[in-house]
């Protein structure tokens, strides 16, 4: 069947291309090049269906029931059989796939396939933890092996689009949409980058291999109080220096879209940013594929207060170099008049256009538009066994151990009464965390039956209190549980007679996302007066964070022995739990964000400057830059992470005390595992640039190196250091490095660390 569809599809590409069936099998083993390909087929387009292909549609309607007659339905279909639809999203599975591919390359005078979108962000049906969580694992084969299994079971029901990964450096938990990111540093963020657009994108070539989009571009994550669509306002430096350099490496990994951001930038939204999108992304830095505008972006420049309706949005838009709209109908409704009335160049529609169909071209859907609509795959791809074992797998080093107290843990694996507290604990969903719109209900493994499966010890369940009253929906705003203490009784009175207590508590799934912002970092609802209730009755207490960014806990530092940072694992979830309480797997993971002491702290971060006066300078003096009721320190700071395995660093030593230009150096460190088991240890370089034409940071990750050692065990790690590791944008507005002098930094954090001294001469 799939073979009389691609003949009978490059017989129709044969026409459209203007040549003979001959040449156009030849045309499809890449003979003829990718660009003339295009400029052919542009050649033959009308500019209505040109403007078609920079228009993207929601799924509008039921394609297994009757045909929409009449509204926005109808009028979306009549465009899709007219050629004026260019790609579609939210439209899953092979059926509806293929159909609505069908009308597009069957029924419209070109034939010309759709692109299918969909937010594949951390999984499609089988979850894997969310991006945040897996970024604490600093295992970039582990996160690139994850996009791909993401991928592979997303591509198998038809998608071929992912709007991810989502590369917003955050330093702000208040911030709903940290939980789809990296963190808060360049660095790690440009590797991990990295690390998902080869794992979703692969070369392309396979069916199982989908689109990256690299998103948000750009600076979206720094709105104002943490708030979510909110005004960003920041400096040539912080952009290019912290912001940039995850897109440019998503680039340089060969992402082929780019989608903007609904923030504006120094007063221009970035939907209209011709800064942003003709001469950084396409111009300095080469783009070829194309950009597409994040939700109704376009038509958001009217509340903005950037166009005053929908067509000088769309002139706007498609002026600034955003190729296609993503459901705001200003391009279709109004791109062929503006171009018609002289306001926009038909040479910038031809671009943008050129732009889709050579992505369209480079994805296979020219030498078979079904490429993707494989039911037998589908059906022996989705939820597959094998996801199990790789979602658990990247569960478990996405976990990190913040505090460990007379070793509480792990957990003794018989004789032992556990008490088990927090709805959370109990919670199927939850874990699934947000963005995990294909996946279903109650999937998740709940921590209750990770634990079960331990049978030596007596385990008890009670539920405390609810999170969130009522079940949370993807859309609307959920009420948190602020008065409801009935469960207060029970669970004091199961923790009384335990030997260990472990406490569930967190955020339900969808607290964090976009949209989620929030302005208290505490534990939501009744949880913290229920901790600090079960620990009046028991102090031997494990508490297992759930959650979608940095929280505030420090009563909990303070008081409660062992806390794990669980984050939301996904579908494995409370077996990855169940196995690092009980040291079946050694935890790993590190920050990849900082946590406050206090939300009034935040944004923090580690890397920030040092201010003209970053230290008190006289006895009892106030003059200095510091907070008169909080410490300026985080609870935990970046790339912090404990194990049940312990690691000294000694022994820094530098090959020279200076290099030159195209020269390097090494610095090296012994670490030791001076613990009882084997582990994991995540060796991190930093370094300080002390003097330059624009002022740095005190800290700046500029490399890291897993290692795994046996007890008693020493292994020396080596970093080498070159013009590229110290280069940065520089008052010269260029990348480059300054001569000068430099500290460097090793170690498990970025605050316990063994230092060294360097020169950089020109």
């Not at 709209?325 to 171009?339: N, R, T």
């Not at 199961?494 to 964090?512: C, T």
């Not at 534990?523 to 929280?551: H, S």
């Amino acid at each position: 069947m799939i073979q009389i569809i691609r003949k009978s599809y490059l017989f129709l590409a044969a026409g459209l291309l203007g040549v003979g069936s001959v040449n156009a099998q030849i045309a499809s083993k890449n003979t003829i090049s990718l660009d003339k390909k295009v400029e052919t087929l542009l050649k033959k387009m009308t500019l209505e269906e040109k403007v078609g292909q920079l228009n993207q549609y929601n799924g509008f309607w039921d394609v297994t029931g009757p045909t929409p007659k009449e509204g926005l339905a109808a009028k979306k279909y009549e465009d899709l059989k007219k050629g004026l639809v260019g790609s579609m999203l939210n439209v899953k599975g092979v059926k509806d796939v293929r159909a609505l591919q069908k009308i597009a390359v069957e029924q419209t005078r070109l034939g010309i396939p759709l692109i299918f979108g969909f937010d594949v962000i951390h999984g499609y049906k089988t979850i894997s933890p969310i991006p945040l969580a897996e970024s604490a694992s600093w295992d970039l084969n582990a996160i690139q092996k994850s996009a791909a299994m993401a991928a592979d079971e997303a591509s198998s029901v038809g998608i071929n689009w992912t709007f991810a990964p989502m590369i917003d450096v955050s330093r702000d938990a208040r911030w709903g949409r940290v939980m789809e990111g990296a963190g808060e540093d360049p660095y790690l963020g440009s590797r991990i980058a990295e690390a998902r657009v080869k794992g979703f994108q692969g070369d392309l070539s396979s069916n199982k291999n989908i689109l990256a989009c690299a998103k948000h571009f750009a600076a979206y994550a720094f709105a104002e109080s943490g708030r979510d669509y909110n005004t960003v306002d920041v400096g040539e430096s912080t952009l290019q220096n912290v912001i940039f350099p995850p897109f440019k490496a998503a680039l340089d990994a060969g992402v082929r879209t780019f989608m903007n951001s609904f923030n504006e930038l120094d007063g221009v939204p970035a939907t209209g940013n011709t800064y942003l999108q003709r001469q950084i992304l396409k111009g300095d830095w080469k783009f070829q594929g194309f950009v597409v505008s994040d939700w109704g972006s376009i038509q958001e420049m009217k509340a903005h207060g950037y166009a005053k309706d929908d067509k000088q949005a769309a002139e706007i838009a498609i002026n600034a170099g955003s190729d296609m709209d993503m459901e705001s109908s200003a391009y279709i409704d109004y791109l062929a008049q503006l171009v018609q009335e002289g306001k926009v160049k038909e040479t910038t529609v031809d671009d943008a256009v050129k732009r889709v169909l050579k992505v369209k071209f480079e994805l296979g859907l020219f030498d078979n538009p079904y490429k993707y609509c494989d039911e037998a795959r589908e059906l022996a791809t989705v939820g597959k066994p094998e996801f199990q074992t790789e979602v658990l797998d990247m569960a478990k080093k996405s976990i990190v151990l913040l505090k460990n107290n007379k070793e509480l843990l792990p957990l003794k694996k018989s004789g032992q009464k556990i008490a088990l507290i927090g709805a959370l604990a109990n919670d199927k969903t939850s874990p699934l965390g947000s963005w995990r719109i294909a996946a279903d209900e109650n999937t998740a493994v709940s921590v209750l039956e990770g634990l079960q499966a331990y049978k030596e010890n007596q385990l008890t369940y009670v539920k405390g209190a609810d999170v969130a009253l009522g079940s949370p929906k993807f859309v609307f705003e959920t009420k948190i549980n602020t008065t409801d203490k009935s469960g207060f009784a029970e669970a004091l009175a199961v923790a009384k007679n335990a030997d260990v207590v472990v406490m569930v508590l967190g955020e339900y799934g969808l607290q964090s996302g976009e949209g989620r912002s929030r302005t208290d970092l505490g534990l939501p609802g009744v949880q913290q007066e229920l901790l600090e209730a079960v620990y009046t009755v028991n102090k031997n207490i494990v508490l297992v964070l759930n959650n979608g960014r940095p929280l505030a806990i420090p009563w909990a530092d303070e008081y409660i022995p062992a806390i794990v940072e669980a984050w939301q694992l996904g579908t494995q979830s409370g077996n990855a739990i169940a196995q690092v309480l009980y040291g079946d797997y050694n935890p790993s993971g590190k920050l990849p964000m900082t946590f406050p002491r206090n939300v009034a702290q935040v944004p923090i971060y580690y890397n920030h400057k040092n201010t003209g006066r970053p230290v008190m300078n006289e006895p009892e003096s106030v003059f200095w830059s510091h907070y008169i009721d909080e410490k300026n320190t985080p609870l935990y700071p970046f790339g912090y992470g404990l194990s049940y395995s312990k690691f000294e660093y000694s022994d820094l030593k530098l090959s020279s005390p200076s290099f030159s230009k195209n020269g390097k150096i090494e610095v090296s460190v012994l670490v030791k595992n001076t613990g009882k088991v084997a582990g994991k240890e995540v060796v991190q370089l930093y370094i300080r640039d002390l003097i330059a034409s624009v002022t740095r940071p005190v800290l700046e990750l500029k490399g890291f190196e897993m290692i795994e050692l046996q007890p008693n065990e020493t292994k020396k790690v080596t970093f080498a250091i070159s013009e590229k590791t110290i280069e940065f944008f520089t008052a010269n507005s260029k990348w480059e490095a300054e001569a000068g002098d430099f500290k460097v930094f090793i170690g498990g954090s970025s605050a316990e660390t063994l230092k060294g001294d360097f020169q950089f001469i020109k």
